[in-house]
């Protein structure tokens, strides 16, 4: 294959276009075509990772499916009634020859049976505040069990919420969501029922996880909400579990490589992805398996450099400090094609230009402690303000690639004809497809800081939670557990020491393995914050003494300054002057503005605010692109605009205003 071919955008890249281009992401794994008549040996289920989000519209939207885009849905990415749609992750099938080629995509005509096995087991685990994996730099804090008072087998009967296996098969099935045979429902506290979502399949016989509407509840009287991650008496309905199919092949009924789909909140800019991604993060841990290659000694500015620099630029829309960074460090604005044409020149006058950039970047390995540095953003170890793993970093296979092309060591492929068609899933090469639809599941979601973390947290990085080195041809497949219990029991306390060696006291070999290292279905999202809607609200920004920059924690998925509708609008009217119009395009508002109280003489505090935004987050704003003012100076010709708000006072309907 041409080294064009592992280089595929999201959409057509033209300085002249008035719409911005799409990242451009390609494999980093080189799969071959099969020859015609190869026949199939394998066959393996994608994305290797699914998302889905919660929503509480019964309309729905499929999750990306291309790395880089997500067009917007029809009518938004909510319905008429200001709810939040769906997002629901569609898993294919591929079939592969006995050389580890791909052959085709396989239909409904090779009967698949889905099995999907869900579970939220949030309730069960223990209080989790930081990453347990920075040593001595920041040492992650050991944590309880949440529920303590509950204990022994009523763990499991209480406080695990788990609908077991539920299987569907052929196409069309259960297409308006309301068969209970394809549900997957549990209980909680024994006496609340808890909707986990449901399956459908298309009409190719694809699998649809459905997720389920995002619903945070109490099982206690008087019971609110006093912590940001860790409440006794709640629950959600997030999840996660492994999926698995079968299909027959000349008679045979052939095992698929099995999947894991998660599902979690819901993402407010959904057409953003963030500067390091859960792609980047666990592409190390498929490097040390040997499942990806590290960097090469010269890099793809299109597939490599892009992605890093237009997510940074990206973050002018969702975060102030990123929107005046640009002034102060002295690298322009990383989300323009005049900016980023220059940048992908190897030649020696943008020599100076790339570095500038390079440096303005903070450097991964625990030194760099540089507060104005990029990312902007908060890391895993913000309990000690001292250590550099207070701020967020590039991994390291990012910061390779962007030294390597600091140096010149990369090709300029920023504009190539025939990569810029690849704007659909069908219209990509099909030995492409499979890690497309990985890389676009993982890309969307962020790969720190974590604390605990927005979708999932950091057991994503570590090699012992995947497949081992035999499953070189299909990378970032989690690892499955032998575990009896969906209740894993370390004891009194979850520390830096047994979460990787397990607990040695259990006399069942199986119910030894550490939480780093096989999965059971709820074992991802377990370490999230429960209620989801505490954490979502905490995680704006940090006021420091310093004041200047603001750190802040995920803007992508949960943003923290914006430019309303309203403003927009005003900006794109030619009936007020310039400088009024560019008043109101310089200027941005709190995306959480109202959560923590409305109306004269507020004063609702931090709790308050955790409590509320369990009604309020469905009338949060989404960040969405627009197209920008005609010949207006200093204005881009597109904008991230945040749209579909609804008031933020409960007494009031939750229908949609533009403000």
């Not at 990242?23 to 066959?43: C, D, F, N, R, Y």
């Not at 289920?45 to 029809?74: C, Q, T, Y």
């Not at 008043?583 to 955790?610: C, I, K, M, N, Q």
Request: charged share 20%; aromatic share 10%; proline share 8%.
């Amino acid at each position: 294959m041409k080294r064009r071919d592992f280089l595929f955008s999201a959409a057509a890249a033209s300085l002249s276009s008035p719409i911005w281009f799409k990242s451009a992401i390609s494999p980093l794994q080189a799969q071959e075509l099969a020859p015609k008549g190869a026949k199939i040996h394998t066959v393996a289920i994608f994305p290797a990772i699914g998302f889905s989000r919660v929503g509480n519209s019964n309309e729905w939207f499929h999750a990306p499916e291309i790395p880089g885009l997500m067009d917007e849905p029809k009518g938004g990415f909510k319905d008429a009634g200001g709810r939040i749609k769906k997002q629901v992750q569609r898993f294919r099938l591929y079939g592969y020859d006995d050389q580890g080629r791909v052959v085709r995509e396989l239909d409904a005509s090779f009967k698949p049976q889905w099995t999907v096995h869900v579970a939220n087991t949030k309730a069960a685990w223990y209080g989790f505040v930081n990453a347990m994996d920075r040593g001595e730099t920041a040492p992650g804090v050991p944590g309880s069990h949440r529920n303590p008072f509950i204990t022994g087998d009523d763990r499991l009967n209480m406080l695990v919420i788990d609908p077991g296996p539920v299987q569907i098969s052929g196409a069309l099935a259960n297409t308006d969501g309301d068969e209970d045979k394809y549900s997957m429902q549990g209980q909680f506290w024994q006496s609340m029922e808890v909707p986990l979502g449901h399956l459908r399949t298309d009409e190719q016989g694809r699998l649809l996880v459905f997720p389920a509407d995002g619903v945070s509840r109490t099982a206690i009287p008087q019971n609110p909400v006093r912590d940001f991650t860790n409440n006794d008496g709640w629950h959600d309905d997030w999840c996660d579990g492994w999926v698995k199919a079968t299909v027959q092949i000349d008679g045979a009924t052939v095992e698929c490589e099995p999947a894991w789909v998660v599902s979690c909140g819901p993402k407010f800019a959904p057409q953003m992805e963030p500067i390091v991604t859960l792609y980047d993060a666990a592409r190390e841990a498929m490097i040390t398996l040997g499942q990806l290659p590290k960097p090469d000694d010269k890099v793809s500015f299109r597939r490599d450099v892009l992605p890093i620099l237009r997510r940074s630029g990206q973050m002018q829309w969702v975060a102030s400090a990123a929107f005046l960074g640009a002034a102060w460090q002295n690298v322009g604005d990383l989300s323009d094609p005049a900016t980023l044409a220059a940048l992908a020149e190897p030649g020696p006058a943008a020599l100076a230009q790339r570095q500038r950039v390079f440096e303005a970047f903070r450097r991964p390995g625990g030194t760099d402690v540089r507060a104005d540095a990029l990312p902007l953003m908060l890391g895993d170890g913000v309990n000690y303000p001292d250590s550099a793993h207070s701020w967020l970093t590039l991994t390291q296979t990012q910061h390779q690639i962007l030294s390597l092309w600091a140096e010149g060591q990369f090709v300029n492929d920023f504009h190539d004809a025939t990569v810029d068609t690849y704007t659909a899933l069908e219209k990509i090469p099909l030995a492409l497809q499979p890690e497309a639809l990985t890389r676009a599941s993982l890309d969307a979601c962020s790969g720190g800081a974590f604390h605990p973390g927005v979708e999932i947290t950091w057991p994503i990085r570590h090699p012992e939670l995947f497949q081992g080195k035999d499953k070189t041809r299909f990378p970032f497949r989690v690892a499955l557990s032998t575990r009896k219990s969906l209740v894993q029991d370390m004891g009194y306390q979850l520390n830096p020491i047994n979460v990787f060696t397990g607990n040695l006291h259990m006399a069942d070999e199986s119910e030894r393995l550490a939480p780093i290292g096989p999965q059971a279905p709820g074992d991802l999202t377990r370490w999230m914050g429960v209620p989801w809607q505490g954490d979502a609200f905490s995680c704006q920004a940090v006021q420091t003494a310093d004041g200047f920059p603001t750190p802040i924690w995920w803007p992508v998925l949960l943003p923290v300054d914006v430019l309303p509708e309203a403003f927009y609008t005003q900006l794109m009217s030619e009936k007020l002057s310039i400088e009024e119009r560019l008043r109101f395009y310089h200027s941005r508002v709190p995306w959480a503005r109202g959560a923590s109280g409305v109306g004269l003489h507020v004063e609702a505090g931090y709790t308050d605010g955790l409590r509320r935004m369990i009604e309020l987050w469905t009338r949060m704003g989404v960040v969405v692109k627009r197209p920008g003012p005609v010949g207006l100076a200093g204005v881009p010709s597109e904008l991230y605009v945040e749209v579909q708000r609804g008031p933020m006072d409960i007494a009031q309907p939750a229908k949609q205003t533009k403000t």
